[in-house]
């Protein structure tokens, strides 16, 4: 199937041949922990405000001693293991101190120049995750995720609309948050710009060269690679791989092909600060080896970022800080985590294949937890392939989570229930063994495709409890209810698929269905009320009929004691 999504297209105002890009001193954008905060959803989504991390585990606190005990032993027991990038394999995470638990990961932020797409979807919702995950074990996480800020892309594009480049930056940074918050992401702990750290980069530069790693060439300074022992590490290349001169003419200053700018001296037009070298602006790679020492330290517990930033951004962030110190540690990183590519209908997502979607494209025809939901139910380091049809199953299969929520809600809400067990956690054999199951998923390696897959038979159990018979039997039905209640809603929470109101969600979902198949609600309306009059009539291949048009929309009719409703489902092709 064919996406229907539009290419985006720019206006250009107006075109200077050369801009002044004034970069705008401001306060460093560091936000405490407690000052994160979740914002309601712009672009007239529904709010999808997360449920508190962990309410089950918070819980234990104020349990009794032997509650604490057996509870905490079922549901604590599992270790987080993670697959280290550089080691090739996965080994168990812990906190270099296990008292405080303490643990910090940064991120590599997005090139302010554009709206964010797909790609930075995944792998931001991947790390929001990881955040929350790590946040619910116990550990007390400072995660910090960048924004590169000055870049050629920002400068060229400042030169293309007739901006400041700092009005270009300071645009797409507030539309990046704003994506961010509507996808269900936690602010991160802190936010660095590039150009706030400037002089930390030169002082980093400085370091590299009287170490005996980089030189100056007429105001530019290269990085030596072959000077360093060991480049080439984390991705495994060798060097002789890293011969850049056969495809591309390479600038001849450099003493070897594979040296790659720490420095870039002054260009006409282009944004600048005074450095030993002269004039010029940062190279790229630089950026985040000297925020991570300036704000993290010398090594950092994990670094994350797209699998296409192993080589060569990350390769030679691991081999600057390397080369910063007189006794660093080879690692930089304890535990380098990357994310898999995003495939449009199995090829390769770019801009010159005509198959790049921005973040709000998508979100125009489909829901934030529909999107949220198709990107965790693959495994965060397996490429991901992206399609009408399977989002429609993903946006299928999250209408059924919180339809099935919803109902239990109601009926809770009915038989008097309280809004959380007065006791204890709640939790009964059935509904420990679902939260034990999605745990174990989500501490082997962040399976989040394997913790939503957990959840079918819970959310199975609830919908016999709500709808049948047999449940309406069930002489410990409502108890069952409540803890199969929490422990979905407590595995929802780490997962970032929490909402407040799902029939606000379930709204959403049936108003972006409706967009997608070009109908209104007044048409399926009608055509349940032509459906009706031609049962009436016993013409059941009229009624046939309309069904099977409807469902070909991926509108699926469903009869109930209250009378005819509908519901989005995905398109069988």
């Known amino acids: 199937m064919k996406l229907l999504l539009p290419v985006r297209s720019y206006a250009v105002s107006s075109v200077r041949s050369a801009v002044s890009c004034r970069v705008v001193a401001r306060v460093p954008s560091v936000i405490t922990k407690s000052a994160s905060r979740?914002?309601?959803?712009?672009?007239?989504?529904?709010?999808?405000?997360?449920?508190?991390?962990?309410?089950?585990?918070?819980?234990?606190?104020?349990?009794?001693?032997?509650?604490?005990?057996?509870?905490?032993?079922?549901?604590?027991?599992?270790?987080?293991?993670?697959?280290?990038?550089?080691?090739?394999?996965?080994?168990?995470?812990?906190?270099?101190?296990?008292?405080?638990?303490?643990?910090?990961?940064y991120v590599c932020g997005v090139t302010v120049y554009d709206y964010s797409h797909i790609g930075h979807a995944r792998v931001y919702t991947v790390f929001d995750v990881l955040f929350r995950m790590l946040k619910w074990r116990g550990f007390d996480v400072t995660y910090c995720r960048n924004f590169t800020d000055v870049d050629d892309k920002i400068i060229k594009r400042a030169n293309e609309v007739g901006e400041e480049c700092s009005d270009v930056t300071e645009r797409f940074i507030a539309e990046f948050h704003e994506d961010m918050r509507t996808l269900g992401n936690l602010s991160p702990t802190m936010e660095p710009r590039a150009t706030e750290h400037i002089g930390d980069m030169i002082e980093q530069i400085g370091k590299i060269i009287d170490n005996g790693h980089a030189y100056a060439v007429d105001g530019d300074v290269y990085f030596s690679v072959p000077s360093l022992d060991g480049y080439g590490s984390l991705s495994g290349r060798k060097m002789e791989d890293n011969r850049a001169?056969?495809?591309?003419?390479?600038?001849?200053?450099?003493?070897?092909?594979?040296?790659?700018?720490?420095?870039?001296?002054?260009?006409e037009g282009e944004p600048f600060w005074e450095s030993p070298?002269?004039?010029?602006?940062?190279?790229?790679?630089?950026?985040?080896?000297?925020?991570?020492?300036?704000?993290l330290g010398e090594e950092i517990d994990i670094h994350g970022g797209g699998l296409d930033l192993t080589f060569p951004h990350h390769e030679n962030e691991l081999a600057q800080s390397m080369a910063s110190c007189d006794q660093c540690s080879d690692q930089f990183s304890r535990f380098w985590v990357h994310n898999g590519f995003v495939n449009v209908n199995t090829e390769k997502m770019s801009k010159s294949l005509g198959n790049f979607f921005t973040i709000?494209?998508?979100?125009?025809?489909?829901?934030?937890?529909?999107?949220?939901?198709?990107?965790?139910?693959?495994?965060?380091?397996?490429?991901?392939?992206?399609?009408?049809?399977?989002?429609?199953?993903?946006?299928?299969?999250?209408?059924?989570?919180?339809?099935?929520?919803?109902?239990?809600?109601?009926?809770?809400?009915?038989?008097?229930?309280?809004?959380?067990p007065s006791s204890g956690l709640g939790l009964t054999e059935t509904s420990e063994k679902v939260l034990r199951e999605c745990t174990a998923a989500l501490c082997d390696d962040l399976g989040t495709q394997q913790a939503l897959s957990a959840l079918s038979p819970a959310l199975k159990a609830v919908n016999e409890l709500v709808h049948t018979k047999k449940g309406r039997k069930n002489p410990r039905r409502l108890e069952e209810l409540l803890g199969?209640?929490?422990?979905?809603?407590?595995?929802?929470?780490?997962?970032?698929?929490?909402?407040?109101?799902?029939?606000?969600?379930?709204?959403?979902?049936?108003?972006?269905?409706?967009?997608?198949?070009?109908?209104?609600?007044?048409?399926?309306?009608?055509?349940?009320?032509?459906?009706?009059?031609?049962?009436?009539?016993?013409?059941?291949?009229?009624?046939?009929?309309?069904?099977?048009?409807?469902?070909?929309?991926?509108?699926?009719?469903?009869?109930?004691?209250?009378?005819?409703?509908?519901?989005?489902?995905?398109?069988?092709?």
């Open 38 to 105: 979740w914002h309601p959803t712009p672009l007239g989504a529904p709010s999808i405000t997360p449920s508190r991390l962990g309410p089950l585990f918070a819980q234990l606190s104020s349990a009794s001693s032997s509650e604490q005990a057996e509870t905490g032993a079922r549901l604590e027991g599992e270790v987080v293991t993670l697959y280290n990038t550089k080691a090739r394999k996965k080994e168990v995470f812990e906190a270099k101190n296990p008292n405080t638990k303490e643990v910090n990961m």
């Open 245 to 267: 001169g056969e495809r591309v003419e390479v600038d001849s200053r450099k003493r070897d092909p594979a040296d790659f700018a720490l420095w870039k001296a002054k260009k």
């Open 277 to 295: 070298w002269g004039q010029g602006r940062p190279g790229w790679h630089i950026e985040c080896s000297a925020m991570i020492h300036k704000l």
């Open 360 to 420: 709000r494209e998508i979100l125009e025809r489909y829901h934030p937890l529909a999107l949220r939901f198709f990107l965790l139910n693959t495994h965060y380091r397996s490429s991901i392939n992206f399609s009408d049809q399977l989002l429609d199953e993903a946006s299928a299969r999250a209408y059924y989570l919180y339809q099935t929520l919803s109902d239990c809600e109601s009926l809770v809400k009915e038989l008097g229930a309280p809004p959380a």
């Open 484 to 573: 199969l209640r929490a422990a979905i809603t407590e595995v929802l929470g780490v997962l970032g698929l929490s909402c407040e109101d799902y029939g606000e969600v379930l709204d959403g979902m049936k108003q972006r269905a409706l967009r997608r198949c070009g109908r209104t609600a007044e048409d399926v309306e009608g055509a349940i009320e032509a459906r009706q009059e031609a049962r009436k009539a016993k013409d059941f291949a009229e009624s046939d009929r309309v069904r099977d048009e409807l469902a070909a929309d991926g509108i699926a009719l469903l009869d109930t004691p209250q009378g005819t409703v509908w519901r989005p489902v995905s398109i069988q092709e």
